[in-house]
């Protein structure tokens, strides 16, 4: 493979400028990706949020009057109110807490890292180091020495 005639012609000083400029920029531009996808995530976590708080809002007084109705049909098939409510508050207090953990698993800090940033960084990262290696990738995958 022949090296361009301009090519051929760069000092060694003007290479590494060359290359510091270039990195400098893929830092800067990596690091605004970082910010708008971390952005993004945290918008989609806080109108989930208020989205949850206003079903919260809507549904606790319709959940007391279900349960209500609950408790008096168990208590008319003829057992006492204090075990039908029992019953049903205890099917209820385990059903909350199921969906608290899923919800609170779902919270989680791990959920809200920039992973298509990450991969793209890790990418490069991989390709710096084929150039640094002299190797290239060729069209059907298989890297062959520059």
Do not use: C, H
């Not at 270039?22 to 989930?48: C, D, I, V």
């Not at 204090?82 to 059903?95: F, H, K, N, Q």
């Not at 640094?132 to 990738?137: A, T, Y």
């Amino acid at each position: 493979m022949t090296i361009p005639f301009e090519e051929r012609e760069r000092s060694i000083p003007g290479i590494v400028i060359d290359l510091l400029n270039q990195f400098t920029l893929l830092l800067r531009q990596e690091s605004q990706l970082a910010r708008t996808e971390l952005s993004e995530n945290l918008n989609r976590a806080m109108m989930g949020a208020v989205l949850a708080g206003a079903a919260a809002v809507l549904l606790i007084p319709a959940l007391v009057i279900l349960l209500l109705a609950a408790v008096y049909a168990l208590e008319s098939t003829g057992l006492a109110p204090y075990w039908s409510a029992l019953a049903i508050g205890g099917g209820v207090l385990i059903i909350g807490l199921i969906l608290l953990m899923v919800g609170m698993s779902r919270l989680k800090a791990k959920n809200l890292v920039p992973r298509k940033t990450v991969t793209q960084l890790q990418e490069d990262a991989a390709l710096a180091r084929r150039q640094v290696n002299g190797e290239e990738r060729t069209d059907n995958g298989f890297q062959r020495a520059a």
